[in-house]
């Protein structure tokens, strides 16, 4: 076989200069049948050759071998080592070129060697991308969508460059999104609905694609397979509804493609995505809870859903998963319940709704995700000063918080308890809620919390501390001295980085702090006058003022 080979490659040298089409198509079926009996020996041959650079010399569209030339290229390149040799003897360029071609076999062929080529290289895919593979591609899809083995060709390629952020933009201006659905639609077996699933999904990452799928009737689709499948027990059929669902809350992470199927709340889509809520599919409800989430992404949308009786659905779901719950479904209808309390007005009747008492059942859960959704909807929802000291009250929930703050492989769970606590003393200032903060050991955390690389953090805690300075200083002295506040606001006052609301925050917290006789020694020690008098000159008014009434304070103290 070696010498048969060997006679091959040198004759289809020669007939290559002849062009001689008869005799070449010879050499390459014996090229292709010495490959279909041992490619990776066969592929060797072929590249000590030399007629790699031969190939792509026969790539023309006027050739009658041009299939077979293709087709050869493409079975080489299943090798990883022959990936190179090909792209250096110039194959790509020419097979480019033949994506125009009206032959079928040729287009299959040069395709699946592109795709070969190509496969696993970022770089080579890129290429492609810029060589404007992707508009000729789609355009096939629409032309040969009666040829099997070409729309598949073309969904395998689309699955591939569609991995690239830099094909979003190109894919987007094409019809893309038409052409899938309409393939879509008419698929019956699951296998090639799948196929087109894996080209959808990291498409539909893309906003403009997204609002093109919603338009070009994706979602009707979908919502048919959840129905067709929902009450299936076979396994592939359990598959393709989390695919279908799954794409659905895909789809509605765009904001006008959200709002383009909310339709005002009144809308088929949302509708249906509402009784999936109440389902006894784990599945769907995760779906359905997601959604939610998703639709509730601005006040209009939140204020509608909670009008209309979305947080007792919520609610219901959530008691359904206290005891050995479905973890993602507790984590989803807590993403919902804590988007919808953002608006103002939602609060209050999220609160007489009985949503705190509702989320504190999953107080106990060990599960972060869980935990971090839980604290944001609390937080969400403790604006009203007298759920704020209801919630500070809670010894239980506050002894759990300051247990989170400790959660250092969460930094998420961790920055929410914080800003949780901290929320409890700014808007029920309360002294009872202190002192059970204080019992609970949660002062270290909120004197580190003013030490956070968010200012956001960082300015929260400092009035949490001035509260408790000005409400109970005499509990709370002992824990604030052993977390070294003095010092801490020291360096924030010296640090010329330290933004401006955390400098007049520090200042108006070393004030409260005179009122105790132990901290007020530390304030001496500390030299604080120098720090203090070098910002009344800061270019912020308010920092320049609360220096000057700062340094008054010490003075006349000192």
């Not at 599960?367 to 009203?384: C, N, Y």
């Not at 604030?480 to 980085?497: M, T």
């Amino acid at each position: 076989m070696a010498d048969n080979l060997s006679d091959t490659l040198k004759k289809l040298k020669i007939t290559a200069a002849d062009r001689t089409d008869d005799s070449l198509e010879g050499c390459l079926d014996c090229l292709l049948q010495a490959l279909t009996q041992n490619n990776m020996e066969t592929s060797e041959k072929i590249q000590g050759s030399g007629i790699l650079q031969v190939f792509a010399s026969l790539l023309i569209p006027q050739s009658s071998c041009t299939a077979k030339v293709a087709n050869v290229i493409a079975e080489i390149a299943k090798n990883e080592f022959m990936r190179i040799p090909c792209v250096d003897a110039g194959l790509i360029s020419p097979l480019v070129q033949l994506l125009n071609s009206k032959d079928q076999e040729v287009l299959l062929q040069t395709g699946r060697a592109l795709g070969n080529i190509c496969y696993d290289s970022h770089s080579l895919q890129a290429q492609l991308i810029n060589m404007g593979v992707i508009p000729t591609l789609v355009k096939l899809l629409g032309i040969h969508c009666q040829n099997a083995a070409l729309t598949e060709m073309c969904l395998v390629a689309f699955g591939n460059l569609a991995e690239l952020e830099s094909s979003k933009e190109q894919f987007a201006s094409t019809n893309i999104a038409e052409e899938l659905v309409k393939l879509f639609k008419k698929q019956i077996e699951h296998d090639k609905r799948e196929m087109v699933f894996e080209v959808l999904a990291p498409l539909a990452e893309n906003d403009a694609i997204k609002l093109q799928l919603v338009e070009s009737g994706l979602v009707e689709c979908l919502l048919e397979i959840v129905q067709q499948k929902v009450d299936s027990d076979k396994e592939e059929d359990i598959a393709e509804l989390k695919t279908a669902s799954d794409l659905m809350v895909l789809l509605l992470l765009g904001d006008e493609s959200m709002q383009k199927l909310f339709e005002g709340g009144k809308g088929n889509v949302f509708q249906r995505v509402l009784s999936w809520i109440p389902s006894n599919n784990h599945q769907l409800q995760l779906a359905g809870a997601l959604a939610i989430a998703n639709f509730a992404r601005n006040d209009g949308n939140c204020i509608h859903m909670v009008d209309n009786g979305i947080v007792e659905k919520l609610m219901d779901l959530l008691d359904r998963h206290v005891e050995d719950g479905n973890v993602t479904v507790q984590h989803a209808a807590l993403s919902a319940l804590r988007n919808l309390a953002i608006p103002v007005v939602n609060k209050a009747k999220m609160l007489s709704a009985g949503v705190t008492e509702a989320v504190l059942k999953f107080l106990k859960s060990e599960m972060p995700p869980v935990q971090f959704k839980l604290l944001g909807t609390l937080r969400m929802l403790i604006d009203a000063q007298e759920a704020a000291e209801q919630l500070g009250k809670n010894v239980k929930l506050v002894e759990r918080l300051v247990e989170w703050c400790e959660a250092k492989d969460h930094a998420g769970v961790m920055g929410e308890s914080n800003r949780l606590l901290s929320a409890l003393i700014r808007h029920s200032k309360s002294k009872d809620v202190i002192k059970t903060i204080v019992q609970s050991g949660g002062i270290k955390h909120l004197v580190t919390m003013a030490t956070s690389e968010h200012v956001i953090m960082q300015n929260e805690a400092l009035v949490a501390l001035a509260l408790i300075a000005a409400l109970e200083l005499g509990t709370a002295e002992k824990d604030l001295e052993s977390a070294q506040l003095v010092q801490i606001l020291h360096r924030l006052l010296a640090d010329e980085r330290s933004a401006p609301e955390i400098k007049y925050n520090s200042m108006v917290l070393i004030c409260a702090l005179m009122g105790s006789e132990s901290l007020h020694k530390k304030v001496q020690d500390l030299a604080f006058l120098d720090v203090v008098s070098k910002l009344r000159s800061h270019e912020n008014k308010s920092v320049a003022q609360q220096a000057s009434l700062t340094e008054q304070r010490l003075a006349v103290e000192s």
